[in-house]
Every structure is written in structure tokens, then in C-alpha cells.
T-cell receptor, first 113, second 115 residues
Framework: NAGVTQTPKFRVLKTGQSMTLLCAQD?????MYWYRQDPGMGLRLIHY???????AKGEVPDGYNVSRLKKQNFLLGLESAAPSQTSVYFC????????????FGPGTRLTVL | AQSVSQHNHHVILSEAASLELGCNYS??????LFWYVQYPGQHLQLLLK??????LVKGIKGFEAEFIKSKFSFNLRKPSVQWSDTAEYFC?????????????FGTGTKLQVIP
């Protein structure tokens, strides 16, 4: 039981490049989330999903897209990376509602030059 | 919109000192409250949570938190900290009338425990 895993762990991009972050969970959770963590700002929700095939915007969705084609996977895409997207990205999942405990992945440190 | 305030951004304590980290939230209705911890180099994990019932909640590793509804607070406490408690602590609140209930995180408090 690996819990929540994220790929890659580190990435450096140039402005304008694109990339996809992969989040996978093996706990059969319905809800999945993408957060970014910036110094002094805590965790901010980018997008979330309440089930396979569904996605919704969080607090800071601009510049990001997501997909949840399979229940266990939640992908975060950056179509044209900007320096403002330099951050640590965390994926999380919860069983059936946001009142449930969220289980976090190890994070992806992204630097956009 | 709900918000969460953690007033202490960086706390430095000696081992065996007592700890209290403040957390205040803005939502006036029914809330669910969480404390998460992020140890250096590790991912966030749940420390404790409050949904209902006894307002004094006990979590892992000797931590506890008290929900005081009249003060909109959910402060985290530990009577005697250890070096291994060095970490960043996040308060979070979940509220709303139903459907998707957004979880809002505070900005975090970095705790450094000096041996």
C-alpha cells in the first residue's frame, strides 16, 4: 500500500514549456486534490475532483488544467509555464468527502526559469 | 469566505518547554477542524481533527487541541516538546452548508525545538 505517490519529485522548466504532474493513489479514494505550497502562503487549492471523470476549480486554478480519467490518477498540467508557477505541488486524496482526512503525497518541487 | 489565521509564523523552543500554537478561523457555522504536520523532508500528515463532541481533542505524539467556539479558535498544545517535534504545523478548517466543502489551510507555523 503505497498511499499517494507523485511523479516527478523535482523538475526545472523554462518559461513557456509544458509539463504534466502525475498523482496516483491506491486507497480507492473518491476525492483528489492538487495544492501548491509557497512560503508564507500555506497550501492553496488549485483544482480538485470528487470522482472519476469530474474536476473543479479551486482557489488558484489559472494556468493549470487537470484530468481524472481513472479513479486512481489525477493529472495536473501546465500548458505554458511561468516563473510564478515555481512552487511545491502536493497532491492529496480523501475517502469520500472533504470532511475526511486528506492523505498527502511527497510533493513535486517545480522551478520555472 | 472562510479563512484561517495562524499568528505564529516561527516558534523556537527548548526541549521540554510547553507549546501552544494559535489557530483562528472566520466561518460562523458548523466547522470541522484539523491540524496537519509536515516534518522536514516529509509530506503532510494528520495530527488530529475535530468534528463534534468533546472540544478537547487528543492526537498523535502527545498533541492535543481545544475547540473554543466562542473564540473561533482551535489551538494546538503539547505539554513538553521534543527535538523530533521540529516541523511545520498547519491548521485547516472545513465548513459549508453541504455538497463540496472546501478545506482552507492556514499559512503554517514553523516550530524549531532546540536540544
Amino acid at each position: 500500500n503505497a498511499g499517494v505517490t507523485q511523479t516527478p519529485k523535482f523538475r526545472v522548466l523554462k518559461t513557456g514549456q509544458s509539463m504534466t504532474l502525475l498523482c496516483a493513489q491506491d486507497m480507492n479514494h473518491e476525492y483528489m486534490y492538487w495544492y501548491r505550497q509557497d512560503p508564507g502562503m500555506g497550501l492553496r487549492l488549485i483544482h480538485y475532483s470528487v470522482g472519476e471523470g469530474t474536476t473543479a476549480k479551486g482557489e488558484v486554478p489559472d494556468g493549470y488544467n487537470v484530468s481524472r480519467l481513472k479513479k486512481q490518477n489525477f493529472l495536473l498540467g501546465l500548458e505554458s509555464a511561468a516563473p510564478s508557477q515555481t512552487s511545491v505541488y502536493f497532491c492529496a486524496s480523501s475517502r469520500a468527502a472533504t470532511t475526511d482526512t486528506q492523505y498527502f503525497g511527497p510533493g513535486t518541487r517545480l522551478t520555472v526559469l | 469566505a472562510q479563512s484561517v489565521s495562524q499568528h505564529n509564523h516561527h516558534v523556537i523552543l527548548s526541549e521540554a518547554a510547553s507549546l501552544e500554537l494559535g489557530c483562528n478561523y472566520s466561518y460562523g457555522g458548523t466547522v470541522n477542524l484539523f491540524w496537519y504536520v509536515q516534518y522536514p523532508g516529509q509530506h503532510l500528515q494528520l495530527l488530529l481533527k475535530y468534528f463534534s463532541g468533546d472540544p478537547l481533542v487528543k492526537g498523535i505524539k502527545g498533541f492535543e487541541a481545544e475547540f473554543i467556539k466562542s473564540k473561533f479558535s482551535f489551538n494546538l498544545r503539547k505539554p513538553s516538546v521534543q527535538w523530533s517535534d521540529t516541523a511545520e504545523y498547519f491548521c485547516a478548517v472545513n465548513s459549508g452548508p453541504g455538497g463540496y466543502q472546501k478545506v482552507t489551510f492556514g499559512t503554517g507555523t514553523k516550530l524549531q525545538v532546540i536540544p
